[in-house]
C-alpha cells in the first residue's frame, strides 16, 4: 500500500486547508487511515482517523468541531478539511493506514505517506 499526502500550505489563523491522502497499491488492506501530525523535537501526535467501511470518524480533542474526516472510496482517498485554523496547529502532517480498527498509537500503522507541512500564522 503506498500513501500519497497533499494540500499542505501557509494559512493565516482563522483559515482553512483541506489536505488528501491518495492510497494505491493492495488498498484491500487498509481498514482504516489516520492523520498524525508532528513538529521538531516533539513526538508524532493522533490527529484523526476514519473506519473506511462506514466512514466512522475519530478526532483528538485538539482537533474537535475544527476538523473533518471524509472519505471517497472510489478515488481510494481521505480528506481531513481543516477549518478555524490555529498557530498550534502548525506541524508536519503525515496519513497512515492499516488492516485493523482505528487507534491512535502510529506505531501500529504499517503504511505511511510522506508529510506535508501545514504552517498557520498569527
Known amino acids: 500500500v503506498q500513501l500519497q499526502a497533499s494540500g499542505g500550505g501557509l494559512v493565516q489563523a482563522g483559515g482553512s486547508l483541506r489536505l488528501s491522502c491518495a492510497a494505491s497499491?493492495?488498498?484491500?488492506?487498509?481498514?482504516?487511515v489516520g492523520w498524525f501530525r508532528q513538529t521538531p523535537g516533539k513526538e508524532r501526535d493522533f490527529v484523526a482517523a476514519?473506519?473506511?467501511?462506514?466512514?466512522?470518524?475519530y478526532y483528538a480533542d485538539s482537533v474537535k468541531d475544527r476538523f473533518t474526516l471524509s472519505r471517497d472510496n472510489a478515488k481510494n482517498t481521505v480528506y481531513l478539511q481543516m477549518n478555524s485554523l490555529k498557530p498550534e496547529d502548525t506541524a508536519v502532517y503525515s496519513c497512515?493506514?492499516?488492516?485493523?480498527?482505528?487507534?491512535?498509537?502510529?506505531?501500529?500503522?504499517?503504511?505511511w505517506g510522506q508529510g506535508t507541512q501545514v504552517t498557520v500564522s498569527s
Open positions: 497512515a493506514a492499516r488492516g485493523g480498527v482505528a487507534t491512535m498509537i502510529d506505531r501500529h500503522h504499517p503504511y
Open positions: 497499491g493492495r488498498t484491500f488492506n487498509v481498514y482504516t
Open positions: 476514519i473506519r473506511l467501511n462506514d466512514a466512522s470518524t
